[in-house]
């Protein structure tokens, strides 16, 4: 019995985590020269939107500042507050889109797909940039929120 509840323990802790790796290897082993630019775009909004440098989390995460969560259940973990990845030929920014004004720009933004928290696009030139820019800025803002001792 020990042992599943030691399994069970286990398989609850959090995988994406901060883990010292580089930046620049990651999008020099993932990304193609085009989104490499698009890449470095996106890292100059996580940067004026969090004030904070990237870092790896988890093998496939740029992210940017940190926030503490908790769930209803008391289980609770560190993420990312912003961040981005390299998915094949996909880019993806993490961010949360729930209120009014966010949808109203994601209406604005170009072509994309947007799951829960998940941004996904092909390319830079196929959205607005300073859409992007705000919804990034926006769902920063909306962590801090909800999380205010981040």
Known sequence: MAKAQTRTKATTQA???????SVDAYL???ASPEQLADCKAIMAMCKRATKQPPSM?????VGYGKYTYRYESGRSGEMCATGF???GRELVVYLIAESPSQAALLAKLGKHKMGKSCLYFKRLADLD??????LIAGSVAEI???HPDT
């Not at 995988?15 to 790796?21: A, D, F, I, L």
């Open 144 to 146: 801090k929120r909800r």
């Open 57 to 61: 989390w988890g093998p496939s995460i």
């Open 129 to 134: 940039a300073k859409v992007l820019e705000a």
């Open 15 to 21: 995988k994406t985590k901060p883990t010292g790796e």
């Open 28 to 30: 020099a082993s993932r």
């Open 85 to 87: 990845a390299v998915r």
